[in-house]
């Protein structure tokens, strides 16, 4: 059960994109994290929107976030439903035609974004939103989760950029990080 003062928070996000990989990682190291993920989202009420892979990092965000009664939509483009295996037993399902086509469903259906461990697709995701935020396309929150440091060279590079001068501390305050789905979903706002 969610106190009063996390549901206040999160009370304007029904569902959240999360961002990762159809791989597991190294020896399928960040497939526990994935299912984590989906199963708090589903406990705290909220859905999830995902990159509609039954495989690897994706598939076990939404067999975890399922198992626990949460919503679950996927959205994968055509040319990747047998690469990443469609899951096809989400509550919905989008199958479209391009990765443009995927990134602004996924935007539209969601009230809030997270980014995973992952690879350059999710980089891709992660950056169009951020830069989305930056420009005001949306003002939803977006977090990335810093699952033992996976992040720690990536948040010195926003960093480094904030000190020389490339992005506005204004910006670089667009984006929470924390080390776990708990302290990221507090920290977004």
């Known amino acids: 059960m969610l106190s009063p003062g996390e549901a206040y928070l999160l009370g304007d996000m029904k569902r959240i994109a999360v961002f990762c990989g159809a791989r597991g990682g190294r020896g399928d190291a960040y497939l526990p ?3 984590e993920v989906g199963a708090e989202l589903a406990r705290r009420g909220i859905g999830v929107v995902f990159g509609g892979g039954k495989v690897g990092m994706m598939g076990a965000l939404a067999d975890a976030a399922l198992a626990a ?3 679950v939509i996927g959205v994968i483009p055509a040319s990747l ?3 990443e295996i469609a899951h096809r037993g989400v509550t919905a399902l989008h199958v479209v035609q391009t990765m443009h086509e995927r990134k602004a469903l996924m935007a539209d259906l969601s009230d809030g974004f ?3 461990p992952g690879g350059f697709g999710t980089m891709d995701e992660f950056f ?3 830069t989305w935020r930056q420009l005001e396309i949306h003002d939803k929150p977006v977090g ?5 440091g996976y992040y720690d060279r990536l948040i010195a590079l926003f960093d480094a950029m904030l000190e020389d001068g490339m992005v506005l501390r204004r910006t670089r ?3 929470a990080t924390a080390p776990t789905i708990a302290e990221l979903l507090a920290s977004m706002r």
């Open 69 to 71: 009664g949460g919503e």
């Open 81 to 83: 439903a047998t690469v």
């Open 173 to 175: 305050e667009l984006l």
């Open 144 to 148: 990335l989760l810093n699952y033992e």
């Open 114 to 116: 997270v980014a995973l």
């Open 33 to 35: 994290l994935a299912a």
């Open 128 to 130: 169009e939103i951020v």
